[in-house]
Nanobody
């Protein structure tokens, strides 16, 4: 069982920055991946950014160059640095994790995920 607890959401003006954090309880097995999904009202949950146990990262096209995912293994904490935020980045952001291999150039889908955080709201205003 992997427990995930997000923090760091909030409200920001367009062009601003936020950093999301996700504290995890640690992984039992050595091959895993974790990352962030987001879901706006009336829309499907979509993958944003992911990192695997080898340090490989993957991003949605909509956030490439603006968002950076990283993990501090000493603190068991995942981060999502979000810069140049846009109105369309407004959503509930969920931390997610699963055991297994993350395929290159293919973002995980919600049905690939075993563990979810409770979500943290990000609101970008003009």
């Amino acid at each position: 069982q992997v427990q995930l607890v997000e923090s760091g959401g909030g409200s920001v003006q367009a062009g601003g920055s936020l950093r999301l954090s996700c504290a995890d309880s640690g992984f039992t097995y050595s091959t895993w991946y974790m990352g962030w999904f987001r879901q706006a009202p009336g829309k499907e949950r979509e993958g944003v950014a992911f990192i695997d146990s080898d340090g490989w990262t993957s991003y949605a096209d909509s956030v490439k160059g603006r968002f950076t995912i990283s993990r501090d293994s000493a603190k068991n904490t995942l981060y999502l640095q979000m810069n140049s935020l846009k109105l369309e980045d407004t959503a509930m952001y969920y931390c997610a994790a699963a055991y297994g291999i993350m395929l290159p150039d293919l973002l995980p889908r919600p049905n690939h995920i075993t563990y979810w955080g409770q979500g943290t709201q990000v609101t970008v205003s003009s």
